[in-house]
Every structure is written in C-alpha cells, then in structure tokens.
C-alpha cells in the first residue's frame, strides 16, 4: 500500500507545479463583438465597469494610457472625463472623485474601474478609451480602442429564473461529481488493499513451506 501511496502523492506534486507554472491567458469578450456592452448594478451596491484589451505581443514593451469616460442616459454630445491612467490612476475632480477605484491587472490587459457605491444617478454610458504605444527598435506603432458600457442602475436586485436554475443545477451536479469521486477513491483503496493482502497471502505461504521441501521436491517420476 505503501507505493500507490507514494506514485499518487507524486503525481499530485506534478499537478501542483503544473498549476504553478501555468500563465494566465487574457480573453478579450470583445474581440469577437461590437465594443458594447449592456450591465446592470444595484444601488448602494460596489460595481466593476470590465474594460479588457488583450496584448498580442507580450514581449513587446508598451505604454499604456487609459481614459475613462461617463455619458448621461438622455445625452448625446455630452461626455464628461472622470478617470485616467497614465503610469498611475489619477481619480479625477467631479461627482465621482473618491467613488472610482482602479481594478486593473499589472500587464495592462484589465483596465477596469470599480464604483464603490452606485447611485441611481449613475445610470448612462461609460466609454473606455484605450491608447497604447508600442516600443520596437525604432518602431513606435500605436494602438486604441473604445469600449462602452451601457449601465442601468436598479433599486433592487431582479435574478432571472433561468439562472436561478441554472445555478441550482450547478449545485446538484457538483454534489454528484463530489460523491462519485468518493466512490472511485473507496474503490481504488479497497482494491490496492486487497492486492496487497494477496501478495502477502502468497509470501507468508511460501515462507510456510519446510526447508526440506523446498531442497527436495521429491522423487523423481519413473515410469
């Protein structure tokens, strides 16, 4: 029992070195789509404004600046700017100074923002305008993209019944994965145990068998 125990606790130091050499990979929800995006928040709630732009050339060293941009609900020409990055996130003056914090990632892939505490006169269009300059030898392309997300704000919460079974269905079937893994490793364990037993069995019944017998099989058949 001893060396299944030990082959399986090696394989679970593999996996975990796995995981850890693992790299995150970036997926851009708009990459395939328009660069809208509808959401809905609830008052008093925090909410994550989710802006992504993927580099494709990591190695590449680049600079990256981010403006973030509110558009109200009945309004067409006015925009007004409320957050920038650019080498730091700069929270600036206006309604929502000391609401918005910056939720981005490190490689500049997530350059989001979060509303600490939604109102419901936070409802309108918020535009991510992304600018990126790129340093190659003596190559600077540069690259941007907008992306708006059209924000709704509601007094309550109103959960979908899809999702709620959708979510209930998730549960039940975890349950069952959970319970049918512990079936397999009850299996696995029983049947190490008892090919254990039988190796054992056979040793301890040859180590039984009289010397004399071992040396001497008997006679030799004559016919």
């Known amino acids: 029992m001893i060396t299944p125990m030990r082959s399986l606790l090696r394989i679970l130091s593999l996996l975990i070195l796995a995981v850890q050499e693992c790299r995150t990979v970036c997926v851009d929800p708009n990459a395939q789509a328009h660069n809208e995006i509808q959401s809905e928040a609830v008052v008093g709630n925090p909410m994550k404004l989710t ?9 590449i060293e680049a600079v990256t600046r981010v403006n ?18 650019d080498s730091r996130p700069q929270d600036l003056e206006g309604p929502w100074k000391g609401r918005l914090m910056w939720n981005g990632s ?3 892939q997530d350059v989001s923002i979060s509303i600490t505490n939604v109102t419901m006169n936070d409802t309108g269009s918020y535009e991510c305008v992304v600018h990126r300059t790129f340093y190659f030898n003596l ?8 992306i708006t997300i059209n924000l709704v704000v509601r007094e309550t919460e109103i959960r979908d019944s899809t999702a709620v079974y959708s979510e209930i ?4 079937l975890l349950v069952f994965l959970t319970f049918w893994l512990l079936v397999e490793m009850i299996y696995c364990y029983r049947k190490i145990s008892k090919s254990d037993e039988q190796a054992q069995d056979t040793a301890t019944d040859y180590l039984a068998i009289p010397s004399e017998n071992k040396e001497n099989p008997g006679p030799a058949v004559t016919e």
């Open 68 to 85: 973030w941009y509110y558009k109200p609900k009945d309004s067409r020409d006015f925009r007004q700017h409320i957050f920038l990055y």
């Open 169 to 172: 269905m998730m549960y039940v």
């Open 106 to 108: 490190k490689d500049m």
């Open 51 to 59: 802006c992504i732009s993927c580099m494709k050339r990591e190695e």
């Open 139 to 146: 190559y600077t392309p540069t690259f941007s993209i907008n």
